[in-house]
């Protein structure tokens, strides 16, 4: 069984100035749980509208997106942040820590508004901080880090509730190639040594051909699904 | 709370923002504390000048339906809280003989001893009264008769001449509260058993303690009587009297309503740009999990907190704002000081206050907090804000005007208490602060027009921000609506209102000369002995040279259809502008009307009673009923409009109210000095109070200055805290536009050219807000005057003054300027990379 499934995924938005755009067009798409899934694409071809609506972000206008066999249109908006804070992680390109907490507090958030207790969430941060080879930088606000630095946080921050899913929207967009390595690193070791499922946005080929499946949108529709590499896949994992 | 770490580090990092919220609490809570405690003061002080005016406060009971009743009827009431003293009276028309005159006077019968004993009647020589054959004397009369203690009068009484002995003085004033105008005192025993009515009184007056509630004790009082016998507040005698000091009391409820209005726009303000500053915070927090009643419960906690820390600020800044101003209140209300005291709950009341404004105030932000878009957090941009107006708010002008309009009806038909007036004219001004969204924009593009060309380009960038955020812009405006209409209402309903009382007065008043005597009347029932004879004054004073009239006012307290009213009996000049206000009926109908023997009635004693024009009524006086025609509606501030006005020679007919009470002598032309000297010495001789007109307008000004005095103390501090409400309000914003400042700076903008745009944007906002406050205020003017249209009985007209509008658009454009250009000049001197690094 799948672990996300999309069917007949449409999605609209109307402008500031009142016109329709058509994100996304009538899109299908099934992923199996451990895959790394890369969606490729021009600005504006709907890919991020995509990844939002897998992730629960956003609710489309046609269609429907299953996660784990439920249909995330049924769920209330209580049920939908549970699974935000439990089933799926998030990592944009922009980092997006808070900058009042640090970087610790920054990881530990999804395990605060869970309500695990102070030691537990504490612990569990620290420990996905180790993962990503920045427990050093913990107690730092994240003004005081650099752009690869914060993304690593990010990653820390999506993975601390070991979550089924990992979405990731450009996260080497905005870091030097050096920066790009590691964090990109970290993403090997979530699909290889966790078994999460992993669905990555991205403009980079080299990126785009490690995983095991390549989706390219066009106009808000897949345009094609080409097999990757897998060379970031664990053995065994589904390939197309 | 799983995010209050979270909140603690936010003020940790952006302490600015957390104190400018508090800040804006505390300015609303100062606000609605120092107001409260100054109007707290100026109805102690209205309490107090009624005292001055009316005597001590007291209640009375009297007959139902009217004349004298059996003292033994009345139950025992000494013991309902609030009562200092219980006084029997009783009334009787009498003659005096001292040597060759006969003087009219009215005897009081009164317990005169125990009056003395605790501290209700001064002596200024002699002891109190307590035999058959022992009388007071006002002192004042006595002087005027050449009497002393000790000395002889012979008293008539029905059918029996007494020969009484003085045995004490009463000092001047000291027996006003229950001397209805009468300067002779009789124990209450001798004189009933001479006028024969042993065991009975004309009304038994109940003196309240000074913190005592007259309503309160009224009614209690009310509940013991029997069925035949009621509770009432006693007629007043002056000119201001309590229905005139109803209407100031109103204006301070509504002063208070909407600096509450005021407040809760402050706060409301303060707290949506505290929350929008923070929205992609919201979004990310969104994004990771939190449910949006996790958001709402953060901004509530937030708002409770700042609520707290801004209450406790905010009850002591308002409290000592206060003290100024209530000593400025209490000088011109001549009150004494203790009636600056703050009662004990006020303070705990504000910290409350400022809890649930400012919760309430974040309900809205909290509500938007939770619904944020979860992208928002995660674009490049933030969204561009809303354009257009929902039709909700247009619905909920709609709903707000009618229901405000309903309000407002149903009080001026008497349905509902002119206090209803109040929410109803909040309710209004929230209608005209809900309409800025729709008329703000254009508005602001007119005035567009009036930039200079060499400030054309920052004039473009403000109109473009003041647009940019409608809603935001709204609420900073609605700030100005309330306080700029606050300004120009109030002021109008003040100035409408003086020049109303003042208008009277000038009419009632015609005169160069005016003599009173101290103890006030003299008025004789018809089965008086017919051999006495009038003192004189007044044909002493129309023979003097220069004396071109003399008119006489007589005045008595009396009941009308069952409610306590004052008596009025004035000559009427056939020639020149009639000395009274009618309502509905021309000066030439009334002059006639009276002529003819009818009366005319004040507008209150109308509204209380319902008696119409056309209406004959029942007139009692001194025990004795007559029935009188009533043939129009006058405006009338005597006793606060509770008043029935006949010709002189009609109340010496039908009342016996022989003498006058009050001479307005005009001087023929040029001659007004040159009377002086002759009227002092007959005022001298005759015990009498001579004042020039100036000085009775003087002791009239004072009083009514008094009471304005006050709702202009309030009414500034009220300026003064929108002042600062908006002054706070710019202050955020400008702050928060801290980004888009750096990108201009960035792009080439000079940092004279940042600060001049940012200066005309609110300049252009405080004008915009101006015109829609002056709209507004002109609306609270009319509702204010139709507020108290039931209380004063008769409309006042609202008059456009020009100062008073100009006044307040200056001083607003002003204040707001000021509070911009010093937040923008520190804003501009950033260095630009730290400007545009602000998130």
């Given amino acids: 069984m799948p672990i996300i499934r999309a069917e007949k995924l449409k999605k609209t938005f109307t402008s500031a100035a009142g016109a329709t755009v058509m994100a996304v067009r009538g899109v299908d798409l099934d992923v199996e749980p451990g895959e790394f899934v890369a969606i490729t694409g021009a600005s504006g071809s709907g890919k991020s509208t995509l ?17 784990e066999g439920t249909n995330l249109a049924t769920l209330n908006d209580d049920a939908l942040a549970a699974i935000r804070r439990r089933r799926i992680g998030f990592v944009f390109q922009r980092y997006n820590l808070l900058p009042e907490l640090s970087l610790i507090e920054n990881v530990a958030l999804p395990l605060v508004l869970d309500g695990a207790p102070a030691n537990r969430s504490t612990q569990a941060a620290h420990e996905a901080l180790v993962a990503v080879g920045m427990d050093h930088r913990a107690g730092h606000r994240p003004d005081a880090l650099s752009g690869g630095e914060q993304q690593r946080g990010a990653v820390a921050r999506a993975l601390v509730t070991n979550p089924a899913i990992v979405l990731a929207d450009e996260p080497t967009g905005a870091l030097d190639s050096a920066n790009s390595a590691v964090v990109l690193d970290l993403f090997r070791q ?51 | ?39 707290s003061v100026s109805k102690t002080g209205y309490d107090r000048l009624a005292e001055v005016i009316d005597g001590v406060p007291t209640v009375d009971v009297t007959s139902r339906g009217g004349g004298r009743f059996v003292v033994d009827d009345v139950p025992h009431i000494a013991d309902v809280p609030g009562v200092r003293a219980v006084v029997p009276l009783i009334y009787r028309p009498t003659l005096l003989r001292v040597k060759e005159n006969r003087v009219r006077e009215i005897a009081v019968g009164v317990d005169a001893a125990g009056l003395v004993s605790i501290g209700l009647l001064d002596l200024e020589a002699g002891e109190p009264c307590r035999g058959e054959d022992e009388i007071l004397l006002d002192a004042t009369l006595a002087r005027a008769l050449g009497l002393g203690v000790g000395d002889e009068v012979l008293f008539f009484a029905r059918r029996r001449i007494e020969r009484m002995q003085i045995t004490g003085l009463v000092k001047p004033g000291s027996m006003n509260w229950f001397a209805e105008g009468a300067s002779v005192i009789v124990d209450i025993k001798s004189l009933t058993s001479l006028a024969r009515a042993t065991g009975m009184v004309d009304r038994v007056r109940v003196v309240l303690m000074s913190d005592g509630n007259r309503s309160a004790v009224q009614k209690a009082i009310g509940e013991r009587l029997p069925k035949d016998l009621m509770s009432e507040i006693p007629a007043g005698r002056a000119s201001l009297a309590e229905d005139v000091l109803h209407a100031a009391n ?38 990771l999990g939190a449910t949006a009643r996790d958001i709402r419960r953060f901004v509530s906690l937030e708002a409770a907190l700042l609520g707290v820390a801004g209450g406790i600020v905010g009850a002591a800044v308002g409290r000592a704002a206060a003290g100024p101003i209530t000593a400025g209140i209490a000088r011109a209300l001549q009150s004494p000081e203790s009636a600056s005291a703050v009662a004990p709950w006020i303070m705990p009341a504000a910290v409350l206050l400022g809890l649930l404004v400012a919760v309430a105030a974040a309900w809205w932000p909290a509500r938007e907090a939770g619904r944020v878009d979860l992208l928002e957090g995660v674009a490049a941009a933030p969204p561009p804000p809303p354009t257009g107006v929902s039709w909700r708010l247009i619905t909920a002008v709609i709903v707000l005007t009618s229901l405000a309009l309903a309000t407002q009806a149903l009080v001026i038909l008497g349905y509902f208490p002119p206090r209803m007036s109040v929410p109803g004219g909040i309710g209004l001004m929230m209608a005209f602060i809900a309409t800025t969204p729709l008329l703000l924009p254009p508005i602001v593009k007119i005035l567009a027009f ?82 006495s004879q009038d003192i004189g004054v007044e044909d002493q004073i129309k023979a003097l040279p220069g004396v071109a009239a003399v008119e006489g006012v007589g005045v008595t307290t009396g009941r009308v259809a069952g409610s306590a009213c004052v008596i009025v009996a004035r000559d009427i000049p056939d020639t020149g502008p009639l000395p009274l206000e009618p309502i509905d009926a021309t000066e030439v109908e009334v002059r006639n009307a ?48 509770a008043s029935l006005l006949v010709r002189r020679d009609v109340g010496r007919t039908l009342f016996g109210m022989q003498a006058a009470d009050i001479l307005l002598v005009t001087a023929a032309t040029g001659q007004q000095e040159t009377l002086r000297k002759p009227l002092d010495a007959i005022a001298t001789e005759e015990g009498l109070i001579l004042r020039s007109f100036g000085e009775v307008r003087k002791v009239v000004d004072r009083i009514v200055q008094g009471l304005v005095g006050s709702l202009w103390a309030i009414l500034g501090l009220g300026f003064v805290v929108g002042s600062l409400g908006v002054a706070n309000t710019v202050t955020m914003s400008v702050l928060e536009k801290k980004r888009t400042l750096g990108l201009l700076r960035a792009v080439g903008m000079t940092r004279g050219q940042v600060t001049r745009m940012v200066v005309l944007e609110s300049v252009l906002l405080a004008a915009a807000g101006s015109a829609i406050g002056l709209g507004a205020g002109m609306v609270s003017a009319i509702f204010i005057q139709l507020s108290s249209q039931p209380l004063l009985g008769h409309p006042v007209s609202v008059t456009f003054r020009p100062s008073v509008v100009a006044t307040n658009l200056v001083a607003a454009i002003i204040v707001t300027a000021l509070a911009a250009w010093l937040p923008a000049r520190r804003a501009v001197r950033l260095d630009i990379l730290e400007a545009i690094s602000t998130e």
């Fill in chain 2, 1 to 39: 709370m799983r995010l209050g770490k979270l909140l603690l580090r936010q003020w940790r990092l952006r302490p600015g923002r957390a104190i400018a919220t508090a800040a804006s609490i505390a300015v609303a809570v100062g606000a609605v504390v120092a107001t409260w405690v100054s109007a």
């Fill in chain 2, 594 to 641: 009276l002529a003819r023997g009818e009366a005319v009635a004040g507008t209150v004693l109308a509204r209380r009673t319902g008696l119409k024009p056309g209406d004959e009524v029942q007139v009692e006086v001194f025990g004795r009923t007559v029935p009188v025609k009533v043939a129009a509606l006058v405006v009338d501030y005597t006793s606060g409009g």
């Fill in chain 1, 51 to 67: 990844l939002h609506l897998l992730g629960g972000i956003t609710l489309p206008t046609d269609g429907s997106v299953w996660l």
């Fill in chain 1, 190 to 240: 979530v699909v290889t040594e966790r078994r999460q499922t992993l669905i990555l946005i991205t403009h980079d080929p080299g990126v785009a051909a490690s995983a095991g499946r390549i989706v390219r949108m066009k106009d808000g529709r897949i345009a094609e699904i080409v097999a990757g590499d897998a060379s970031l896949a664990p053995p065994g994992a589904h390939r197309p």
């Fill in chain 2, 450 to 531: 009036f930039v200079p060309p060499w400030l054309k380009i920052e004039g473009t960038l403000a109109v473009e921000q003041i647009l940019r955020q409608p809603v935001r812009t709204a609420l900073t405006t609605g700030v100005l609506v309330v306080a700029v209409s606050n300004g120009i209402g109030l002021g109008h309903a003040i100035r409408d209102n003086v020049d109303d009382v003042l208008g009277w007065y000038s009419r009632m008043m015609k005169a160069d000369w005016v003599l009173s005597r101290a103890g006030l009347l003299q008025g004789v029932a018809e089965d008086q002995p017919t051999e």
């Fill in chain 2, 250 to 287: 109103l204006g301070l409820d509504f002063v208070t309503g909407l600096t509450v209005a005021m407040a809760f726009f402050i706060v409301g303000n303060a707290m949506l740009m505290n929350v929008s500053e923070r929205r992609r915070g919201f979004s990310l927090l969104r994004l």
